[in-house]
């Protein structure tokens, strides 16, 4: 399996350096996305899922100290890159499409410089074929007029269309891997529905991995084959789209569906929602990173760290109980 | 300049309220070596002003023609000019001139702009609109241009260099208390004080007044090196105050004059105006660097 | 576009009617004889009235400012009171010299703060950000005619290397350019250390955003990131504030020029200041403030040209 992975995350200790001390936001990640498919992480905010994804391309915050772990794309670790190896990893085999579209593009150029810019590479590709194929790209994500769109500048463009730009973008170099930073978070849902049906179109021709972040249960539902939840920093539990959604082995899982608005099938008076806070990561976990809000909490939970458990071929949860 | 100075009075403003002292800000200076060396330079300046009657070691205006242009000794530490006047006396005497000039002037600017500061944020909009036109109109002239035209009019003297000064440095002040003003007779609690019937001099006292004066003060000091500055300019151009008053700028002028023969003369009219405005600038960039950080803990 | 830029001309021509407006005020508010001030106290009654009669200073206010305003935009700035000479053209000989002093001072300013305040930005918090950060705030404070005087000791009375008076002979470019050398220097010492700070804070401002973290996501080289994608950014308010810098660029010019005896609008202002020679005062502190207003409408339409975001709301 590890052969076959595009991203392979082993073992990923990560931590800030903050006046009041290090903040512990990830501690011992593992994941892998295989070549060819859709892997979605999920957490709350907090969960670290944004410096996992940072972490994949390389672009960390200087106040950020790798304490351990590999994080190994096609087989070399990113972490031990140097700035040259990075940049040639970026735009080309690897993109990002990050959470903001209202300020992840300069404004004061026009998306088509934009999009020939990050062509530079293609030394031998002549401007007017790079204006063809950033034209080209727009197209494919459903931006029309593309060709006159290219001088516009991106404050000309409304949120929706700024994403899509952005997707057009990290498409633009075919990529074996395409990162999604919680591409959706910032729009409405109706544009959201449509990015997620775009992403889903361009599945078919894009034969590069996807790792798509989001808090939302039913976007991840939708588009990804496997999925990793994320607590305060940890990955608590990971499978294919079935085996979370209808066998969750960890009780964080289960309750995150059981909050889920949208799969709540009887009318009551109060939301369900997960007591107590998500833990302050100035402090390392005692065992159990979320024993102290799990409802099927017991003794072990709070003295011994739980081990990934292997359920099945495909799924591995983080707890005592998913032992059997 | 300008924007950068409404920017530090609005924070400044804040940290008023937000409880700094001058204590707290004398203690915090100790880290900031170069706050401290401006300390240490104002700190000498004003000393210079103040007893500059008692420690002038010659009469700064006494005429003693057979010992004229005579170079820097250990009799005239910084030498003699052309009419034989003890120049390290004349300097020491110049200190005074340019902080009273300094000071003064900037006071008395701040408490006119501060009644029209505060009339204009309080007053009806046609009053504040034609404050802030006047305002805006001083604010648009070259400083030294108005400086040298008002000069003109009337005839160079203190009592008009003084009132030059003036009419550039209020505009500045009358739009910042403006602010502080709007800014306070707009927060609701004082919507509700007003409601309940509390008069507007009462509020413009208790509120508005206090939170204001520690940003004047930091923004006077800031400012005294630029009024020096032009107090100096004008003098020297033969345009502020006339002689025989040993300004700074006569004493580089009359060094000027005798650049070849006295070269000693510039170098001492000149050394103490550097000295003056680097320990005010030096000083307000620490004050103002200690204000900005903690604000954003604060805030 | 075209629309802005005749609102822009029209603002400033506002504002140049106002400040006249205001000067004439003031002259009429302030206390004090005019025609005595500028004729001496001993001059006759019979003299005083001429004078007073010869401004126009007899009439009443509001006529001596509509025939002043309706006159100055018939190129008439009034006649010099010694020479009898038209003040247009008296203003006219001397502003190349200052504008080509202004330019030349605020130019080398502007050609080393950008480098210097980059590289400070990037290299941020090393020895040369700290070491320029302090010589910043030092320059800063000089006085530009202290810098002058000093220059003129060093280079040209002891060193004897530049020229220290006038400048330069007419039609030789080379004397010129010496006669530039130290003027410049001295107008232009200043807004180093000004300008490059505003570039550096304007820089980091700028690196931090979003959009360069995307940039460097896609792999762009760090120069081009640095120059096209940030740059062009940070130095925006610079623009701006080089415009507002125009009242303290003629107010060093005043000096500088007097030190080096340089014929332009500063020595013209100051010579006749002196003499109380009100008209070409007031010609030329007209055309200062006309200066000032036409430079800052140039510096909003560079803003306006180089953001397109500011273009989208006109």
Not at chain 3, 123 to 140: A, E, M
Request: glycine content about 8%.
């Amino acid at each position: 399996m590890a052969a076959d992975c595009v991203l392979s995350v082993r073992d990923l200790s990560v931590d800030f350096l903050s006046p009041r001390g290090p903040i512990h936001a990830l501690r011992r990640v593992s994941l892998d996305v295989p070549r060819g498919s859709i892997v979605g992480i999920v957490g709350e905010s907090g969960s670290g899922k944004s410096t996992l994804s940072l972490a994949a391309i390389g672009l960390l915050a200087n106040n950020a100290v790798v304490r351990g772990g590999q994080v190994l794309f096609d087989g070399a670790d990113v972490l031990a890159m140097n700035q040259p190896q990075l940049r040639d990893l970026r735009g080309r085999r690897m993109s990002m499409v990050f959470q903001d579209p209202m300020t992840s593009l300069n404004p004061v150029l026009s998306v088509g410089t934009q999009m020939l810019d990050i062509q530079y590479r293609d030394r031998a590709l002549g401007a007017a074929d790079k204006r063809r194929k950033a034209a080209a790209a727009l197209r494919r994500v459903g931006i029309p007029d593309a060709e006159q769109r290219l001088d516009r500048y991106p404050h000309e463009f409304s949120g929706g269309m700024r994403q899509r730009i952005a997707i057009a973008m990290g498409l633009l170099g075919n990529p074996e891997l395409l990162i999604a930073d919680e591409p959706t978070t910032a729009l409405d849902v109706t544009l959201e529905a449509q990015i997620i049906h775009l992403l889903r179109e361009l599945r078919r021709e894009f034969k590069g991995s996807i790792l798509f972040i989001s808090h939302n249960l039913g976007l991840i539902a939708e588009l990804c084959d496997h999925v990793v939840i994320l607590y305060a920093g940890e990955v608590v539990e990971q499978g294919t789209v079935r085996d979370i959604f209808h066998r969750p082995r960890h009780p964080y899982t289960e309750a995150l569906l059981v909050c889920d608005p949208a799969r709540i099938d009887e009318v009551r008076r109060e939301l369900p929602t997960i007591p107590g806070d998500v833990p302050n990561l100035l402090e390392m976990p005692a065992a159990c990173v979320f024993a102290p809000r799990c409802p099927k909490a017991f003794d072990r939970c709070r003295t011994e760290r739980p081990l990934d458990h292997a359920i099945g071929g495909t799924q591995s949860a983080r707890c005592h109980l998913a032992t059997a | 300049m300008s924007a950068q100075l409404s920017e530090i009075a609005v924070r400044a403003t804040a940290a008023s309220e937000a409880g700094i002292s001058g204590g707290w800000l004398l203690r915090r200076l100790r880290s900031d070596p170069l706050g401290l060396l401006g300390l240490s330079l104002v700190l000498i300046v004003v000393f210079c002003g103040l007893f500059a009657d008692w420690i002038t070691p010659y009469d700064p205006f006494k005429i003693n023609v057979p010992d004229r242009v005579m170079p820097p000794s250990l009799a005239h530490l910084l030498g003699t000019d052309k009419v034989g006047r003890d120049i390290f006396s004349r300097v020491l005497k110049g200190s005074q001139i340019a902080l009273f000039v300094g000071v003064t002037s900037i006071v008395i600017s701040q408490l006119i702009g501060l009644t029209l500061g505060l009339i204009a944020g309080y007053a009806p909009r046609w009053l504040d609109n034609f404050l802030l036109l006047i305002f805006d109109s001083i604010y648009s002239f070259p400083t030294v241009m108005l400086g040298l035209t008002v000069m003109t009019l009337l005839g160079p003297s203190l009592q008009t260099l003084m009132f030059v000064v003036v009419v550039i440095q209020t505009p500045g002040y009358g739009r910042l208390v403006r602010t502080a003003t709007l800014a306070k007779m707009n927060s609701e609690y004082i919507l509700a004080e007003r409601s309940l019937g509390a008069g507007a001099i009462r509020i413009l006292a208790r509120h508005v007044l206090p939170n204001i004066i520690g940003p004047l003060f930091i923004l006077g000091s800031m400012d005294i090196p630029s009024v020096i500055t032009l107090e100096a300019g004008l003098t020297y151009l033969g345009m502020g105050i006339p002689p025989p008053a040993p300004s700074w700028g006569r004493i580089l002028s009359e060094g000027y004059d005798a650049i070849r023969e006295a070269p000693w003369i510039v170098v001492a009219g000149g050394i103490p105006l550097i000295i003056t405005t680097l320990g005010f600038t030096f000083l307000g960039e620490a004050l103002r660097d200690l204000i900005d950080p903690k604000l954003r803990k604060v805030v | 576009m075209l629309i802005y830029a005749v609102q822009r001309l029209g603002l400033a021509v506002l504002i140049c009617a106002t400040a006249m407006t205001i000067l004439f005020t003031a002259i009429h508010v302030i206390p004090g004889d005019p025609a005595t001030i500028m004729l001496g106290t001993r001059a006759t009654d019979e003299m005083r009235e001429e004078l007073r009669h010869r401004i126009g200073l007899d009439k009443p206010v509001p006529i001596q400012l509509v025939k002043f305003l309706a006159s100055t935009v018939q190129g008439d700035l009034g006649t010099d009171l010694w020479s009898h000479r038209d003040v247009g053209t008296i203003v006219a000989e001397s502003l190349p010299n200052t504008l080509a002093l202004i330019a030349v001072g605020l130019g080398w300013a502007v050609l080393i703060a950008i480098p210097l305040g980059c590289y400070s930005a990037i290299r941020r918090n090393t020895f040369i950000d700290k070491f320029t950060g302090v010589l910043s705030v030092g320059t800063i404070s000089i006085p530009s005619f202290v810098v002058a005087i000093y220059c003129a000791l060093i280079f040209a009375v002891q060193l004897h290397w530049l020229p220290m008076i006038g400048a330069g002979e007419p039609g030789d470019l080379k004397d010129q350019v010496l006669h530039l050398i130290m003027p410049s220097f001295a107008v232009g010492l200043g807004w180093v250390g000004y300008l490059s700070r505003i570039v550096r804070a304007s820089m980091l401002e700028v690196m931090g955003e979003n959009h360069i973290r995307t940039a460097r996501a896609f792999g762009l080289p760090e120069s081009k990131i640095v120059f096209r994608y940030a740059l062009r950014i940070a130095v925006l308010p610079t623009v701006t504030l080089l415009a507002l810098a125009i009242g303290g660029l003629l107010s060093s010019a005043v000096f500088v020029e007097n030190v080096f005896s340089r014929p332009g609008i500063g020595k013209l202002v100051v010579d006749n200041a002196k003499l109380f020679n009100y008209p070409v005062v007031q010609g030329a502190v007209l055309t200062t403030v006309a200066l000032f207003a036409f430079v800052a409408l140039i510096a909003d339409l560079i803003v306006a040209w180089l953001d397109p975001r500011v273009r989208a709301t006109l």
